[in-house]
T-cell receptor, first 109, second 118 residues
């Protein structure tokens, strides 16, 4: 079955601490993986695409095909990182996404 | 680039009326648009996939006669909630996938429309 799992509903860390938001997936082919962020009262915004191999706002994510994971990491969390984070998967040949249930990140002062 | 707008941003209507929500890609051509529903503190639930010039593909459990989708051009898709009832109250979000190669297979989201049916 095709699935995206974000095991943590809520993750609280202190400012300056490292952050890792977990995402595991189940897909039979070669998926595209994404991280989207939703700040309070704002739309979903694309944060990262795995094929871009970029770092946005200090966040990085590496696709680990062996572990079928695409964890989002940041070495030093900032208060403005507090938001809802969604991991999403797109199958090859389709634009349709499968979303995880999301993880709310709270960065404490 | 890759901006998606939705109109209206919120709407209150009486039970039994129909409500139309527009989704526009402002600076790119969107061959595929998606409609989602988001309940409070929950993830997005895909309702349907809309391709320009063809019938929408609905997800299992979504009533196509209830939620009419039209994708008349490469920049506009509409969702009409027909004979709305209080249980249809929700946050409706659209997204668009771009035609341009650099933006392919990436969805760009609108700001959402909050519907309240009294």
């Amino acid at each position: 079955a095709q699935r995206v799992t974000q095991p943590e509903k809520l993750l609280s860390v202190f400012k300056g601490a490292p952050v890792e938001l977990k995402c595991n997936y189940s897909y039979s082919g070669s998926p595209e993986l994404f991280w989207y962020v939703q700040y309070s009262r704002q739309r979903l915004q694309l944060l990262l695409r795995h094929i871009s191999r970029e770092s946005i706002k200090g966040f990085t994510a590496d696709l680990n095909k062996g572990e079928t994971s695409f964890h989002l990491k940041k070495p030093f969390a900032q208060e403005e990182d507090s938001a809802m984070y969604y991991c999403a998967l797109s199958g090859s040949g389709t634009y349709k996404y499968i979303f995880g249930t999301g993880t709310r990140l709270k960065v404490l002062a | 680039g890759a901006v998606v707008s939705q109109h209206p941003s919120w709407v209150i209507c009486k039970s039994g009326t129909s409500v139309k929500i527009e989704c526009r890609s402002l600076d790119f051509q969107a061959t595929t648009m998606f409609w989602y529903r988001q309940f409070p503190k929950q993830s997005l639930m895909l309702m349907a996939t809309s391709n320009e010039g063809s019938k929408a593909t609905y997800e299992q459990g979504v009533e196509k006669d209830k939620f009419l989708i039209n994708h008349a051009s490469l920049t506009l898709s509409t969702l009409t909630v027909t004979s709305a009832h209080p249980e249809d109250s929700s946050f409706y979000i659209c997204s668009a996938s771009a035609r341009e190669r650099s933006l392919q297979e990436t969805q760009y989201f609108g700001p959402g429309t909050r519907l309240l049916v009294l």
